[in-house]
Every structure is written in C-alpha cells, then in structure tokens.
C-alpha cells in the first residue's frame, strides 16, 4: 500500500502554512533525477514564489574541523531563542561521492534537529556542482516559503563550492581558528575577499589570546582590499562555539550588515543580480544535461572520440558536427 503523493497544490497549500513534511517532500522532488518529477518541482516552486523572499540567507564556510556544525547548532539554537525560525541547508558536491554529507550525521546539531522552530537537510547529492547548488538554491525559496525567516547555507571550505553558496546568499561568513602566527597562510584570496565577517572561532582557554592575535592580523589583511559594493566594512570577531560565547556578536553584525545595505538598496540589488545569475546557470546546466544524454549524441560522441584520438578530425571540427547535429535536430 503506498500512500498517494500530494499534488502540486496540496504540497504549495501545506508548505505555506508551515508544514514541515510537506517541504521535505517539496525538497526530495527538487533534488530528484527522474525528469517526470521536474514539472512538478517546477510548479511547486513557482507556486511558493510569491510567500519566498521575507528572509535573510547567510552562507558559512570554513575547513573541516573549524567548527561548523557546532557554530551552526549554538548559533540557530540563539536565533530560534530570539523568536526566528532557522532553516540549515548545505552544498556539499563531495557527498555523492563519499555517500555521506557534511549534514548527514545525525549527531551533528542534536540540539537544534530537536528545535521546533528549525529545519535541518542534508546536502543534495549530484555528480556537479552546478546540480547541488541549483537544488539548494530552490530549496532556499520553499523554506522561505514555509516560514523560515533565517537561512543558513553550510559549506566545506575546499573547493569551489563558497563561490556557488556566495552567490546564493546575503551575507558570507567565514569562519577560521587561529593558528601560531600563520593565519593568513593556505587562505585562498578570493573566499577572504567574499567574507562580509571573519569568525574566529575557539577562542576559549588557552587559544584566547591566540586568537585575540588572529583577530587583529585578520583586519590588516582585509584593510588591504578594494571596499565593497555592499558599503560595508568587513568585520572580524572571535567566538567560542562550544561555550556558546560571541554567538550574540555574530548575530548583531549582520544585523548591522542588513540595516546599512538595505539602506542603501544593496541588498535588493544583490538578490535581483543572483536571481539572473542562476537563470543562466540553470540554463547551463540543462543544456549540457540534455546534450550529453541525448541517445544520438551519446553514440555520435563515441565515434567522434576514436576520430579525434586517431588525428582523423580536428577536436573542432568534431565538436561542431556535434553541436550542429544536436541543434538541427
Ligand atoms: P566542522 O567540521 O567544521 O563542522 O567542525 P565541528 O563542529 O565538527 O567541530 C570540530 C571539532 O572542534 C569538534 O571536536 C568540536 O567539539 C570542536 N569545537 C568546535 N567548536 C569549538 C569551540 O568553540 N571551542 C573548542 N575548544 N572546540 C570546538
């Protein structure tokens, strides 16, 4: 006996009132592959638009082992503590390949899985980057749509999953630990450049004064970019995770962030700059998808390969036969 799924309408009508399964179900029909499931994705999501937006979407990233489940967890439980609803969303591309995802482990957040005012999901998984971030994009617009006014987009700080998350977001936070003098080493310019916050975490016992250290070689180093668009003036502060103490701080920043850039209409603008943005990304990404699992083309391709392996056609010439193909079709 399988219990019918909802339609469309059903799913848009719960999500709206709050229901929490129902954005489960929404999200699972995002993330899935089967191509019967894209319309009614689709339509749920349009469906939802118009609920989405009364929200602020905050990205964090950092290393493995810097502390962002446990950052992520003190930081919802005071949000949901101040009378905000959290939703905790991730990018995480290498999940598919390890089968698990930075969010998968139920141990991790216990405290706010069991928060009536959060929600918690796992990385989609995918063979692109593209793919997961599409999904967790879309998913962004049905927690919005369900209420949740918060959203934290979790990120592993290795790869070239921060630019995808920092274009989905209002707010960039990076979070570090203090080393022994050599903070700024092994950050790559471009995720320091995004941050619109550096947090130091840890910094308890015997790393406060490190970190105190950290902080201040943080905020040369960040005095030495151009300023930003947003007329913000990226901060850094310390925080310890675990003994939940400058988790109020955090919070107070991007209250200020959101003040001046909405202010300015930055904020508007950034989220109006995102939305095109990932029209062309989806583009993208479904051109490609449907290029390469195109039964033609898979078997053109093939035959191509060998051609331009044994030097009997140029990898030009070749790919225009293919596209030419594919686009006359
Ligand atoms: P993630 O891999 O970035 O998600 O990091 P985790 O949240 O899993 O934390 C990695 C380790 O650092 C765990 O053993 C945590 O207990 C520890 N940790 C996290 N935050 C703090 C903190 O504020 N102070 C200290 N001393 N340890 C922390």
Known sequence: FRRKQPSAKELITAITKGDKIALSRAITLIESTNEAHLDKANEVIQGCLPYANQSVRIGITGVPGVGKSTFIEAFGKYLTSLGKKVAVLAVDPSSSISHGSILGDKTRMEELVKDENAFIRPSASGDSLGGVARKTRESIILCEACGYDTIIIETVGVGQSETAVHSMVDFFLLLKIAGAGDELQGIKRGIMEMADTIVINKADGDNKAKAKLAKTEFNRALHLFPAKKSGWIPKVTTCSAIDKEGIDNVW??????????????????????????????????????????????????????????????????????????????
């Open 252 to 329: 107070q920043l991007i209250a200020d962030y959101l003040e001046i850039t909405k202010k300015n209409h930055f904020f508007e603008l950034k989220r109006q700059e995102q939305n095109q943005f990932w029209m062309l990304e989806t583009i993208n990404e479904q051109l490609k998808n449907r290029f390469y699992h195109h039964s033609e083309i898979i078997t053109l391709l093939e035959a191509n390969k060998k051609a331009v392996q044994n030097n009997e056609i140029s990898p030009f010439a070749a790919a225009q036969i293919l596209l030419e193909k594919y686009f006359d079709k």
